[in-house]
T-cell receptor, first 114, second 117 residues
Framework: DTEVTQTPKHLVMGMTNKKSLKCEQH?????MYWYKQKAKKPPELMFV???????INESVPSRFSPECPNSSLLNLHLHALQPEDSALYLC?????????????FGSGTRLTVV | AQKVTQAQTEISVVEKEDVTLDCVYE???????LFWYKQPPSGELVFLIR??????QNEISGRYSWNFQKSTSSFNFTITASQVVDSAVYFC??????????????FGSGTRLSIRP
């Protein structure tokens, strides 16, 4: 299995809703990442988990809450989002020696906040 | 600080033409990695190539080729005999070499490539 699977593929949520994005990989990768990508922009790093521990938080607002329950799963919990948070959210994973070998990306979740 | 510049915002060519996407990078590290990713309309970022800073050999993979020149800090990507399926946004990216805990990849702003039939 050489894939990163993200669910759901599309999500529409209101500003008072609570929702979660899920990411799963079975490649034995020990680093997992959340990226946010606005239209016509490059991906921007949000969080990095290394060996199931949060190692990088790029000053992301607390309405985004990451969780890594085990080495194969990564969640992003969403609460009280704003319309400007609408974007493509990409999950990625990499081998334990970090980004030297590049990332394997999922196909993303297209989030719309209304 | 690390930086990746893709000066070409959009390129449009007719099918079967050759096209080169430019990438210029900045880093103070002597050891680093460069990447190209393709992002089709479906959204997934597809890994194309990885090159480390000590390997300046050019690489060819089918219709794709890459020209890495440390002297000019460039890592350009050429598609030969382009096809409509090559239409996508292409990102050049840079990573410093790290061997403990996860680090991050810095992406350029991307070049949107359109291949017209």
């Amino acid at each position: 299995d050489t894939e990163v699977t993200q669910t759901p593929k599309h999500l529409v949520m209101g500003m008072t809703n609570k929702k979660s994005l899920k990411c799963e990989q079975h490649m034995g990768h020990r680093a997992m990442y959340w990226y946010k990508q606005k239209a016509k922009k490059p991906p921007e790093l949000m969080f990095v988990y290394s060996y199931e521990k949060l190692s990088i938080n790029e000053s992301v607002p607390s309405r985004f809450s990451p969780e890594c329950p085990n080495s194969s799963l990564l969640n992003l919990h969403l609460h009280a989002l704003q319309p400007e948070d609408s974007a493509l959210y990409l999950c990625a994973s990499s081998q334990e020696d970090s980004s030297n070998y590049g990332y394997t990306f999922g196909s993303g979740t297209r989030l719309t906040v209304v | 600080a690390q930086k990746v510049t893709q000066a070409q915002t959009e390129i449009s060519v007719v099918e079967k033409e050759d096209v080169t996407l430019d990438c210029v990078y900045e880093t103070r590290d002597t050891t680093y990695y460069l990447f190209w990713y393709k992002q089709p309309p479906s959204g997934e970022l597809v890994f194309l190539i990885r090159r480390n800073s000590f390997d300046e050999q050019n690489e060819i993979s089918g219709r794709y080729s890459w020209n890495f020149q440390k002297s000019t800090s460039s890592f350009n990507f050429t598609i030969t005999a382009s096809q409509v399926v090559d239409s996508a946004v292409y990102f050049c990216a840079l990573s410093e070499a790290r061997y403990s805990s996860a680090s991050k990849i810095i992406f350029g702003s991307g070049t949107r490539l359109s291949i017209r039939p």
